[in-house]
């Protein structure tokens, strides 16, 4: 899982145009459990939030489930800027989505990578506090696709 993890970081974190325009994006990585072996629910509910986050939120570039051995599953989102992570937040706290997926999943880790504003830190109290920015490193993909990457 760590190996996903890595390649998922290396393809998303520095995405750079072409002329100097650059995309801030926010990663969330959750590694889940089932709980109480309901993994059948959790696969229906994956698909079904899917739906629904295809549905209301354009900014939000990937998310994606990973369902494992032993109940564990990978949660991987990106999010074009804070605004859209703090609108995925807002549109998930409070609502029978989250209900649902307290229900199905115990988070036991949850990272934040990315430049994350106070706002979005504060969006997400209660869930998690590891916000990692990036340091160093490169994207060669991003660096060569240029302004394409603003238009997913």
Same mark, same amino acid.
């Given at each position: 899982m760590k190996y996903i993890q890595i390649l998922f970081i290396m393809l998303s974190v520095n995405f750079i145009s072409a002329d100097s325009?650059?995309?801030?994006?926010?990663i969330f990585m959750l590694d889940l459990s089932v709980v109480d072996s309901k993994t059948e629910e959790a696969r229906k509910f994956t698909y079904e939030i899917t739906k629904k986050v295809i549905?209301?939120?354009?900014?939000?570039?990937? %998310?994606?489930?990973? !369902?494992g051995s032993d109940n564990k599953v990978f949660l991987y989102e990106v999010y074009k800027t804070n605004t859209a992570a703090i609108k995925h937040v807002e549109d998930f706290r409070g609502s029978n989505w989250e209900t649902r997926f307290g229900g199905l999943f115990s988070i036991e880790n949850f990272a934040v990578l990315g430049n994350s504003s106070q706002e979005l830190k504060d969006s997400l109290d209660? %869930?998690?506090?590891? !916000?990692?920015?990036?340091?160093g490193g490169f994207h060669r993909p991003a660096e060569n696709l240029g302004k394409e990457?603003?238009?997913?």
């Open positions: 325009e650059k995309l801030d994006p926010i549905a209301n939120e354009p900014d939000t570039v990937i %998310y994606q489930y990973f !369902f209660g %869930y998690t506090t590891d !916000f990692r920015t990036l340091e990457i603003f238009n997913l």
